[in-house]
């Protein structure tokens, strides 16, 4: 019997978010009609290279460029029909083809106008403790689905849908002035409220021309009638609303459970976990990074990997591998195949560092404590030989330099689950797949 079969498949980043999720779903996606995104929203950036042209796909899930896939918004994920519309017509999918290949959840939340406003208005009341949020409205969107005064995609074809925006507006700008936030010269992405509302408006109209569906019973009938389904995650498992490192976390969980709650399956119809981490680790905005390198190998890597946000543009903190980081991870998650990407951007150092283990109050621990942060918690490094290889010409595991190989088994044996694929480049066809059982 497949085991695979009438199963969920999950695949998810590992550590702080920009593993290389959207490259990875995309050269999936030939095995799975249907992917699904379960949380986040246009915070995430996911990056797809094929045939010379790069994208950057925000909410929409990262299996769009294949035609003979459905790709779905589940339940889970948060909207902003503005960034939706600019989505849509970056991929340069002629419409009448995207309708019939992506659907969207009726109960996935809106981000509003106001939704952005309040999230600067929380930032810049934090003073020097802020999160280095995105600003796109993820955190006060999902407050409000929680506080149960939320606005659902499946709304805006109801007569009332204003009169709902409006109310909801005018309390966001109460609070943004209780903050005292100079709601007036607010310019979210450089344009004026009523521009950026205009907009807004224009993306809804966007929408009503999708698709909107009760996506778990979607979902749930087609994992019955056999037919193989992805969860894409955004964020990483670090960055989870309980598991990462609070409060410097975005506003889901990105967790394996957050694809159950997020699209509406049962754990028992979860399949494989793919978990993707990088083979260095990457951070942007604030919070604990153990392994962060502050000297000219961080700059190095981050030249090399070219590590600025797909959605903000922001620089990215640099550090090597933390393994009890990428451990803590694996277990949250019950992930039973990993994926390496960036194994390329370690050619340039001749040795590399794998973060095994903290110094923490005097002991070694392998394990992230409640109270982590930038001073008390020392990593421990092993030292391995760098490959110093242009990985371009390489198409099997095989064939890999015999120290990136290595560097692959150390990892695994200290996770104790197998490297499924290795991923060598950002292109579609850099990705080396791996014979496992
Ligand atoms: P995501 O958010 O997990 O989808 O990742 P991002 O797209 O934000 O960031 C990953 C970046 O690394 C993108 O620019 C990808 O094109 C790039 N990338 C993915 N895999 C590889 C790889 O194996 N090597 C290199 N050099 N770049 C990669
Ligand atoms: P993908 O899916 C990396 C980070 C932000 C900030 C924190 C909270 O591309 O991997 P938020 O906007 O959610 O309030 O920000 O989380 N963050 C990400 N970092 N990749 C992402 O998504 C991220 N989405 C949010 O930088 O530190
Ligand atoms: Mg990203």
Redesign the pocket.
């Known amino acids: 019997m497949d085991k695979r079969k009438n199963k969920v498949d999950i695949l998810l ?1 590992l550590q ?4 290389g ?2 490259k990875i779903v995309d050269f999936l996606t030939p095995d799975y009609p249907l992917i699904a995104r379960f949380q ?2 246009p ?4 990056t797809l290279e094929f045939d010379g042209q790069k994208y950057v796909l ?1 909410t929409i899930p990262s299996g769009v460029f294949h035609e003979g896939s459905i790709n779905l918004i589940g339940n889970g994920v948060v909207i902003d029909p503005r960034i939706f519309k600019g989505e849509i017509e970056s991929t340069q999918i002629p419409l009448s083809d995207f309708v019939k290949r992506l659907y969207i959840s009726k109960k996935a939340h809106l981000i509003l106008p106001s939704h952005k406003l309040l ?1 600067a208005a929380l930032e810049s009341s934090k003073g020097t403790f802020k ?9 006060p969107t999902y407050t409000d689905k929680v506080a149960r005064i939320g606005i659902r995609t499946g709304s805006i074809v109801d007569k009332d849908f204003k009169t709902k925006y409006d109310q909801l507006k005018k309390q966001h700008l109460m609070m943004g002035e209780a903050l005292d936030f100079d709601t007036d010269t607010f310019r979210p992405d450089g344009l004026s409220f009523e521009e950026y509302e205009n907009q807004w408006f224009e993306g809804v109209e966007l929408i009503r021309l999708f698709p909107l569906i009760d996506s778990e019973i979607y979902v749930n009938k087609q994992r019955e009638a056999g037919i193989r389904i992805l969860a894409e ?4 498992s670090l ?1 989870d609303i309980d598991f990462g490192s609070y409060p ?5 969980n990105t967790v394996a459970a957050g694809a159950c709650t997020g699209l509406g399956i049962a754990p028992s119809s979860v399949g494989e976990v793919y978990g993707i981490f990088k083979a260095y680790c ?6 604990p990074f153990p392994t962060e390198l502050f000297d000219s190998n961080g700059e190095e890597m981050r030249r090399e990997g070219n590590e600025f ?4 543009g ?1 620089p ?1 903190r640099c550090g090597w591998l933390d393994l009890p980081a990428l451990k803590y991870a694996v277990m949250l998650n019950g992930v039973t195949r990993l994926i390496m990407t960036k194994a390329d951007v370690l050619s340039i150092f001749e040795k590399i560092q794998l973060c095994i283990g903290y110094e923490y109050n005097g002991e070694v621990i392998d394990y992230l404590p409640f109270d982590y942060n930038h001073k008390n918690l020392i990593p421990v490094f092993k030292t391995l030989d760098g490959w110093k290889q242009n990985l371009r010409p390489f198409s099997t595991y095989e064939a890999l330099p015999k120290s990136l190989k290595d560097f692959v088994e150390y990892v695994e044996n200290y996770l104790n689950v197998p490297v499924f694929i290795v991923s060598t480049g950002p292109d579609r066809a850099q990705t080396i797949v791996r014979e496992i059982e």
């Open positions: 980043g702080w978010g920009d593993e999720k959207g986040g929203g915070n995430a950036g996911h925000h999230d999160i280095g949020s995105t600003l796109k409205g993820i955190g995650g955004a964020q990483g960055l410097f976390v975005t506003s889901s990457t951070r942007v905005g604030s919070g946000g797909s959605t903000t922001r990215r």
